[in-house]
């Protein structure tokens, strides 16, 4: 059984692992499991203590706690359990760390500094590349809000006639969003544009905005909920969303640990992934992506997938690329190296061969097709943000 352990059964983004999850599973021969640890670490702690009592062959998760995933990677390798995680990352933790006793398959995480950038380009371009922009921020405590922040700024870098004229925490949701956006609307009469961590906060963002009957401030997000699709095709506030393919991301986990179970070897510079995204910033692009959303089944091949099952030909399907893990750890995630520190010497070795670039150019050549081809190439670029065209 393929145990996905989420922080709450409620939010949109984990019905889509749920969705690609038990599809995958399937495919593959194995039952599924989706479990809420209620957003609370130790609960998800004791929920994995028994792990495999309670008949998982392998587990999914998104870990609420970033710094808690060594403890349940620990515990899940005594199980002798294939673990794969998204998101999370603790500062100069790797996968191949001896502890893990090689059951850690797979840190997964979206190229969050350069999507949030991609995202608010967009967004500055639909304005015409300048004017006055509010960027409502993910929770403090959250290192991939973060991350999505660093590339914002790095995007106002990039457009010198966008003004910054506040940030605020907006706690990841549409309801703890309206007052924030109510508040920064009585205090600046001039906001050309709103910029979320999120599309639940997008979604709170534009309640507000409606309300009031204001059409001429623009609204991006992160996240491919199709409530905030459904504002994209509408119009008129909702102008570019990011998808992070989390339908794709709730069974390819459940495939790479499979394959792991089944003897693929994973070097160790390939346990750390980056994973593409979207940006969706038209409304024909915003339309075909929820058809093929919303269709009976999700068009990804998940045995094409596994390296176990398609040794030669295997598609990823959506673009992957290894994470150097001294960039993203001191610049995306802005932890320095601790004093004394040193990598696995497994991880070390291939890094000093080049096995970044090595494993970048393999994954480049697996991939080949994604159901979501027609709707790339509908956006402004025609191209994912890893440039990816199908």
Not at 241 to 247: A, K, L, P
Request: with cysteine; aromatic share 8%; charged share 20%.
């Amino acid at each position: 059984m393929a145990l996905a352990s989420v922080p709450t059964l409620t939010n949109e983004y984990f019905t889509m692992w749920k969705t690609g999850g038990e599809e995958a599973a399937k495919a593959l021969g194995l039952t599924y499991r989706m479990q809420s640890y209620e957003g609370s670490a130790p609960v998800q702690i004791d929920q994995l203590r028994s792990a495999r009592a309670a008949g998982a062959s392998q587990v999914v998760t998104f870990p609420i706690n970033n710094d808690a995933v060594r403890q349940m990677g620990e515990i899940l390798a005594g199980q002798d359990i294939p673990l794969a995680t998204s998101f999370a990352a603790t500062p100069w933790m790797v996968p191949s760390e001896p502890g893990y006793k090689d059951m850690y398959s797979t840190l997964f995480t979206p190229r969050e500094v350069l999507g949030q950038k991609a995202l608010s380009e967009a967004v500055f371009k639909a304005i015409g590349g300048s004017g006055n922009v509010v960027y409502i921020q993910g929770a403090p405590t959250n290192r991939t809000s973060n991350a999505r922040e660093l590339g914002f700024d790095m995007a106002v870098a990039n457009f010198p006639g966008i003004t910054v004229l506040a940030k605020q925490d907006g706690k990841e949701t549409g309801q703890d969003t309206r007052p924030v956006v109510q508040t920064m609307l009585s205090r600046f009469n001039n906001i050309d544009a709103i910029i979320c961590h999120n599309s639940s906060e997008a979604l709170g963002a534009v309640s507000v905005l409606e309300e009031r009957g204001d059409e001429h401030i623009k609204v991006g997000g992160t996240d491919e909920q199709i409530a905030i699709l459904d504002k994209l095709i509408q119009g008129p506030n909702v102008v570019a969303v990011q998808s992070i393919f989390g339908t794709w991301l709730g069974g390819y986990m459940i495939v790479r640990n499979f394959d792991l179970a089944n003897g693929v070897e994973f070097d160790p510079v390939e346990r750390m992934i980056f994973q593409d995204s979207l940006v969706i910033d038209t409304k024909e692009a915003a339309e075909e992506y929820k058809k093929i959303a919303t269709s009976s089944t999700t068009g990804f091949d998940w045995k094409k997938m596994s390296r176990h099952l398609s040794p030669d030909d295997w598609d990823t399907q959506v673009a992957l690329a290894p994470v150097d893990p001294v960039k993203f750890f001191t610049e995306d995630l802005n932890t320095p190296q601790p004093a004394g520190f040193a990598f696995p010497d497994a991880l070390k070795t291939s890094l000093d061969a080049g096995g970044v670039q090595k494993y970048t150019d393999l994954y480049a050549e697996h991939t080949k097709k994604n159901p979501y081809g027609t709707a790339v190439a509908l956006t402004t670029t025609g191209a994912t943000v890893f440039g990816t065209k199908f």
